[in-house]
């Protein structure tokens, strides 16, 4: 199967029929997934090898060469706090077999990547709707003008971003606490390091108190000794 730019309005038109009986399942994910991707404006191109594999030519990134579907999951939408109409999320996986291993860590090919990976089930609609169907569908059912990014980036990873938060805090919290164990340490050996010194020389001081002690008591030896000398001669 190879869908052109110029049969996709053709594409989409049928496929509002068809979705519109789509159940939230993994087979209409792939099939919205792939009516989605060939109706971006840099799609050149996509065609269907089996096996999960397509041809893709993409202007955007650009791209030319195999893309294979790693998986596909269906989910129930989080969205505590609000009543979007949105009941799942589908996150599609795929890569690029022909992209270059050195070039996965762009930031370009980030952005493009996350653009093609999610669509949302409308329940109002029984139908996959691409992200930007998604966000204005949410800006008009809330009557917010603007990008509704933020919204719906929350709307759906809010607990990853509230784990990843907390998980930072604990990371420097702990940090914090190590640092000071650190310094505590450092102070702790150099205390140590002092009171060794303070018993080295007062053992020093010792030694010489003893030397004097010694030299002090020689010489009291030798004052009696003299004295005793005097009484002797003084007695003859």
Same mark, same amino acid.
């Given at each position: 199967m190879r869908i052109r730019p110029q049969i996709i309005v053709l594409l989409l038109g049928i496929s509002l029929t068809h979705s519109t009986l789509a159940q939230p399942d993994r087979d209409s994910l792939l099939e919205a997934w792939e009516l989605y991707i060939a109706s971006l404006p840099g799609t050149s191109s996509l065609e269907a090898m089996g /096996? /999960?594999?397509?041809?893709?030519e993409d202007t955007d990134l650009p791209y030319a060469g195999d893309v294979r579907v790693i998986g596909a999951l269906v989910r129930p939408a989080e969205s505590p706090g609000f009543? $979007? !109409?949105? $009941?799942?999320? !589908? $996150?599609? #996986?795929? #890569?690029?077999?022909d992209w270059p291993i050195e070039r996965l860590a762009s930031q370009n090919y980030y952005y493009w990547l996350t653009d093609r990976q999610m669509l949302h089930y409308s329940a109002d609609e029984q139908r996959w709707v691409d992200p930007a169907s998604y966000q204005a569908s949410l800006a008009d059912q809330y009557g917010i003008e603007g990008n509704f990014g933020a919204l719906s980036f929350m709307l759906n990873y809010g607990i990853w971003v509230l784990l990843i938060t907390l998980i930072v805090f604990v990371f420097l919290a702990v940090h914090r606490q190590a640092k000071k164990a650190r310094s505590l340490i450092d102070e702790t050996r150099a205390i140590n390091q002092q009171a060794r010194e303070n018993i080295d020389r007062a053992a020093s001081l010792q030694d010489e108190v003893l030397t004097i002690a010694r030299a002090t008591r020689d010489l009291h030896v030798e004052s009696n000794e003299l004295l005793r000398k005097m009484l002797a001669a003084l007695r003859d």
């Open positions: /096996d /999960d594999v397509y041809r893709l009543q $979007t !109409g949105f $009941t799942h999320i !589908g $996150t599609v #996986e795929f #890569e690029l077999l």
